[in-house]
């Protein structure tokens, strides 16, 4: 079992950068993959970005090329890194673990997480 905490959220101004982090108790970050996911109330729970076991990204369209995902076993930690926040990537964001392998199709799917932490607000302001 993994118990996660996000942290580092804030209050930015469009164009800003934030770093996230999801830091891991329990077992080592590097034996799941990590999902990155975020809630507003009026889209809900949305799918960001996943770091799979191997070190591969994956991103949706919305926030490729802005957002990216890393990971430092030393830290068992791993990293949202936003930049270029726009206003509506104003939201809650939730790192999330998965201990299989999973075809990309099924990424997006918060029902193959095991493990999620309690989320982190971000707002951007225009």
């Known amino acids: 079992q993994v118990q996660l905490v996000e942290s580092g959220g804030g209050l930015v101004q469009a164009g800003g950068s934030l770093r996230l982090s999801c830091a891991a108790s329990g077992r080592t970050l590097d034996t799941y993959a990590i999902g990155w996911f975020r809630r507003t109330p009026g889209k809900g729970r949305e799918f960001v970005g996943r770091l799979s076991r191997n070190g591969l990204t994956y991103y949706v369209d919305s926030v490729k090329g802005r957002f990216t995902i890393s990971r430092d076993n030393a830290k068992n930690t791993v990293y949202l890194q936003m930049n270029s926040l726009k206003p509506e990537d104003t939201a809650v964001y939730y790192c999330?673990?998965?201990?299989?392998?999973?075809?990309?199709?099924?990424?997006?799917?918060?029902?193959?997480?095991?493990?999620w932490g309690q989320g982190t607000q971000v707002t951007v302001s225009s």
């Open positions: 999330a673990a998965d201990g299989h392998y999973r075809l990309g199709s099924s990424y997006p799917d918060p029902t193959k997480y095991d493990y």
